[in-house]
Every structure is written in structure tokens, then in C-alpha cells.
């Protein structure tokens, strides 16, 4: 079945330590996006990627890296700058525009809670 | 940039009736596509219902139906016949409708509870 798949599902960081949270796809997907959930924030965008080998800052990229090798994948660092590092990670893909199909709706993975020690 | 409001933190709704949960936005553009995801505890994202702008009729989707008004930059949620599975956050979310892929901007959620 094709999908989103995020892991690992927990993920503990210590202080000053450098995590990667892991986002694969197999739908073929042009698109990936990085998404942060804090309680009463809703969803807030870190990275976004319209194309492999690019991308570009969300409103949230400070402390995060990622990078976009491959178009399957779209993995995020969140470096020991990022200082409240703890929360709910999504990641999600689209299609591109201009093939013929809908494009609007985002696929969403299910999730990597990152909780600090 | 754009931007969406959910005014509402938390609702809630007795078992078969009905509830409307309200979202309103801010853009300057006229073509763009809005939506309703419900997030379960499970927290996997879920697509409830779609409406693109261009449209003037109303997205319907079983018992969820939106009433969109562009003029006023509005996007209710209803839901009909509460189900205690409908109990979640629910979070409107915008997006351009422009070439290539623009992220969703997302409200900050109403959590929706179901009473039995």
C-alpha cells in the first residue's frame, strides 16, 4: 500500500544532542512538508520541499535542518539549537501541480512525538 | 501571508445532534483551496471535507457539510447526527491555489467533544 511513513514513532533527545526524524514516501509525491504540533498551537510549518534537491524555510526553521536527496525521502534534524525541541512532528506529501489530477489534498504520516530528557 | 482563525478551542455536542464549528481566514487571494482534517487521538490526520474557492456551492460529505462564504472569508464545519467517533480536534486549514505545491496554513484546532 502506498503511504507515509515516519519514524521512529518516540524519539528521546539529551541536551545538545542533534536527532533525525525519518519521512519516506512511496505515493511518488513531488512534495514533502514538515509540520510541528504543540498543544493549543495547531499546526505550525518547519520545511517544505516542492522539489528534490530544494527547499525552503516555514514559518518555525529555526534549530531545524533537513534535506531532500531523494524524492522519496525528506528527513528532519532538529539540532541542540532548537531549545524547546519537544512536541509533535508531522510530516506530509502532495502531488505536483499540472498533471492532470487534484493536487490540493496533503498526505499525512503518522506522526514522531520527540520529548526531551 | 494568510492566515486562519478557530475561535472556538473546545466544543461540544450531545450524541445525534448537531454542531457547527467555525473557521475564518485572511487572504488577498482569490483562488485557493480550504479544508476540515480531524485529528483522532490516534493523532493521525484525517481529511473530513474540501471546498475549492472557485466554487459557490457548498462541500457535503455524508453527515459533514461546510458552509462557505467567500465575501465574509468564512468556512464553517457542520456535523449532523453526532457520533461519539466524531470526538477529535478538528483543524481548518488553507491553501494557495497557485502552480507547484504551497504548504497548508492551518487554524489552531476546536477540540469537539461527543456526549453521550
Known amino acids: 500500500d502506498g503511504g507515509i511513513t515516519q519514524s521512529p514513532k518516540y524519539l528521546f533527545r539529551k541536551e545538545g544532542q542533534n536527532v533525525t526524524l525519518s519521512c519516506e514516501q512511496n505515493l511518488n509525491h513531488d512534495a514533502m512538508y514538515w509540520y510541528r504540533q504543540d498543544p493549543g498551537q495547531g499546526l505550525r510549518l518547519i520545511y517544505y520541499s516542492q522539489i528534490v534537491n530544494d527547499f525552503q524555510k516555514g514559518d518555525i526553521a529555526e534549530g531545524y535542518s533537513v534535506s531532500r536527496e531523494k524524492k522519496e525521502s525528506f528527513p528532519l534534524t532538529v539540532t541542540s539549537a532548537q531549545k524547546n525541541p519537544t512536541a509533535f512532528y508531522l510530516c506530509a506529501s502532495s502531488i505536483a501541480a499540472g498533471l492532470g489530477v487534484t493536487n490540493e489534498k496533503l498526505f499525512f504520516g503518522s506522526g514522531t512525538q520527540l520529548s526531551v530528557l | 501571508a494568510q492566515t486562519v482563525t478557530q475561535s472556538q478551542p473546545e466544543m461540544s455536542v450531545q450524541e445525534a445532534e448537531t454542531v457547527t464549528l467555525s473557521c475564518t481566514y485572511d487572504t488577498s487571494e482569490s483562488d485557493y483551496y480550504l479544508f476540515w482534517y480531524k485529528q483522532p487521538p490516534s493523532r493521525q490526520m484525517i481529511l473530513v471535507i474540501r471546498?475549492?474557492?472557485?466554487?459557490?456551492q457548498n462541500a457535503t460529505e455524508n453527515r459533514f457539510s461546510v458552509n462557505f462564504q467567500k465575501a465574509a472569508k468564512s468556512f464553517s464545519l457542520k456535523i449532523s447526527d453526532s457520533q461519539l467517533g466524531d470526538a477529535a480536534m478538528y483543524f481548518c486549514?488553507?491553501?494557495?491555489?497557485?502552480?507547484?505545491?504551497?504548504?497548508?496554513?492551518f487554524g489552531k484546532g476546536t477540540r469537539l467533544s461527543v456526549i453521550a
Open positions: 486549514a488553507y491553501r494557495s491555489a497557485g502552480s507547484g505545491n504551497t504548504p497548508l496554513v
Open positions: 471546498q475549492e474557492a472557485y466554487k459557490q
